[in-house]
């Protein structure tokens, strides 16, 4: 283990501005002693197997409630019953404010994404501290900002900062499988949110290459899956005789008009503001299109340009990926059906039956039947002149004074859309500066690490974003 090193004329300087918050009396916190306190935390943590199926998040919820019950903090494990199969949970605590301010609520998900020990250099669920980082699965994906949250939450308490928002702390179960744990939150839960404003969770996507910040994102929206199954029925016969009921060029057919459709361009708010944000890190004649996105789309060296990166494509319309197919499992026979599955995933603004609708009408085949995979989620798009992006871009600005705080959308789904169906604005935030072959090697995959310092530097951002909303 490595403790972390802060100067001592740093420490203190925190510790006066703390004091003076508010002009309460407070204790000043000791950075290094929490850093390292959380890190053993975190690594436990890691140690608690929730891997999804089957999920397990009671014992995280039991684990989390043993601290807060030490720190005196009130929690509660819920929905033991409604969450599928036994074993599962969601949990609940909040710090008490003097209620003259909306509350916020800090999320993470309990659960994480299988692991394969064959491609690890250690056991991912070991929670191993080496060479100043903690090696596990969900140090990224999302254990690693839900221990951050909980602990920023426990110094605000034993500070004793005078807080005018509660903070809610939640832990949901199935995030990374069906999202029942938000799902059954909300519905049974909304009275325990009724005060809630903001919520932070996963989905931020703090930019990070070869040791340089590029920039803070906060996720203010994200694409909306739309998963649809296609199907076509036939005859099944023997293969040496072709037949007009085989249904699998009937298929190929409706796929290759699919795969032929180019959806539409389309600039949201968020994604306006992103790439108007980073236009100033390119030359001239890209930061002209940049500046202006809906502009530089209308310039065909510009578009070419824009829609070459997979990402931004896939922030400014909606995307089809075929990513199944099935047919027959036998050369010599013609299937009874064939089928295949698309990836879609749909900006906030667009209406998915609408979208479907297209589709339909694209293909030209009522052979070809759709099938919805998903209930899809709301959409996710929150406003960006709140007090809380504020709160994040003051203290983004004091760690890296020139760095851009913007708003990349994220392609992927979180658990945000489901929180934002009662009307809180949800931020995906993200604590840590993650490099960003780390999270392409880790996240979801192979020997996922957050490092000792990234714990530090999370726990102080958190908590200066939470004490700017106070
Ligand atoms: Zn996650």
Redesign the pocket.
Known sequence: MQPMRQPLALAVLVSLVVGSVGGAQQRPIDWNALSTETVNVLSEYIKVNTIDPPGNELQAARFLKRILDKEGIESRILDTAELKPAGRANFYARLKGNGSKKAIALVH?MDVVPASPEFWSSDPLSGQIKDGYIWGRGTI??KGEGIVQLMTMIAIKRSGMPLTRDIVFIGNAD??LNSTGAFVFVDKHADLLKDVEFLMT??GGNQVENGKLLYYGVGVAEKRTFWQRLSVKGTPSHGSRPTKLNPVPRLVAALDKIAKYETPLHVTPGVDKYFRDISRGYPAEQRGWLADVKKGLENPKGRAWILNDVYWNAILRNTISLTGLQGSNKTNVIPAEATAALDIRLLPDTDPQEFLRTLQRIVGDTAVHFTGLLEPKPPLENPIDTDLFRAIERASRERDPNALVTTPMLTAA?DRPTYRRLGIITYGFDPFKVEASDIQTGMHGNNERLSVANVGFGLKYTYDVLRYIQ
Request: without cysteine; aromatic residues 0%.
């Open positions: 998900h994906d999302m995030e990374e996963e989905g979180t």
